[in-house]
């Protein structure tokens, strides 16, 4: 039988994370989490149900109304974000959410709820989980761990493209205001800030096509897999 590993992928945003935990998942037979969806969902209830974050009680109390699975779906050869049995995997991107999702995710309440749900995620190993705090705070242990960098222009062109297709009228400029905020909360939040663990090995794509990120981080893969 096929030793199964945990594979963690940390980094800053729009370094591409994503796009790469899904393809090594594909690749892998594994199964793809991501974990910043999960975040994302969290922040839409809070918005939707008018919850005070800062309240402790309040947040508490919404926590305990919140589920979160992942579906696969097979038209897309994606897994989806499900809140409370509804389909957000499309809603929790939008621009509103993403300016609320990294103030969100300093609530140690919101952490501890969703890092337990992650975890249980990884009892049987066989995924790939991208975010801020995998391969620190997650699964310290991992057998594989990446951190993903990008020169921040890079990384500004990357989510205008991605944003511009869903919201037009959306400017270059809010987006790297939005970039640069995420990045300090993220990198100077008290509970798991993004930091690369010890053992990750740094991957900065600034340069690489998707295609020689994936052939690099699918190597080390196979060769952690069979050893």
Same mark, same amino acid.
């Given at each position: 039988m096929e030793n199964k590993i945990i594979i963690t992928i940390d980094g800053w945003s729009s370094c591409g994370k994503s796009t790469?935990?899904? +393809?090594?998942?594909? %690749? =892998?037979? $594994?199964?793809?989490i991501d974990s910043g969806a999960m975040y994302r969902a969290i922040t839409l $209830? @809070?918005?939707?149900n008018h919850i005070d974050? *800062?309240?402790?009680? %309040?947040?508490?109390?919404?926590?305990? /109304? #919140?589920?979160?699975? @992942?579906?696969?779906?097979?038209?897309?050869? +994606?897994? &989806? #974000?499900? =809140?409370?049995? &509804? /389909?957000? &995997? $499309?809603? #929790?991107?939008?621009?509103?959410?993403? &300016?609320?999702?990294?103030?969100?995710? *300093? #609530?140690?309440?919101?952490?501890? @709820?969703?890092?337990? +749900? +992650? %975890?249980?995620?990884?009892?049987?190993?066989?995924?790939?989980?991208?975010?801020?705090?995998?391969g620190t705070t997650v699964f310290p242990h991992a057998a594989l761990k990446f951190f993903m960098n990008a020169d921040i222009l890079v990384r500004v062109e990357r989510r205008f493209k991605e944003m511009f297709d869903k919201n037009p009228n959306i400017t270059i400029e809010e987006v790297k205001s939005n970039l640069e905020m995420r990045d300090y909360i993220d990198s100077n939040r008290e509970v798991s800030p993004l930091r690369k663990a010890e053992d990750a090995i740094e991957l900065d794509n600034t340069r690489l096509t998707i295609q020689e990120q994936l052939d690099i981080a699918l190597k080390l893969a196979k060769e952690k897999i069979s050893n």
């Open positions: 790469l935990a899904k +393809q090594l998942a594909k %690749q =892998l037979g $594994y199964v793809y $209830y @809070f918005l939707r974050w *800062t309240d402790d009680i %309040q947040t508490k109390s919404a926590l305990e /109304n #919140i589920t979160l699975i @992942f579906k696969y779906n097979e038209k897309s050869e +994606q897994s &989806e #974000i499900f =809140l409370n049995e &509804e /389909n957000v &995997e $499309y809603l #929790i991107r939008d621009l509103v959410v993403a &300016e609320k999702v990294s103030e969100v995710a *300093t #609530i140690s309440l919101v952490r501890n @709820f969703a890092v337990a +749900q +992650q %975890q249980r995620m990884g009892e049987d190993k066989g995924i790939v989980m991208d975010g801020r705090d995998i």
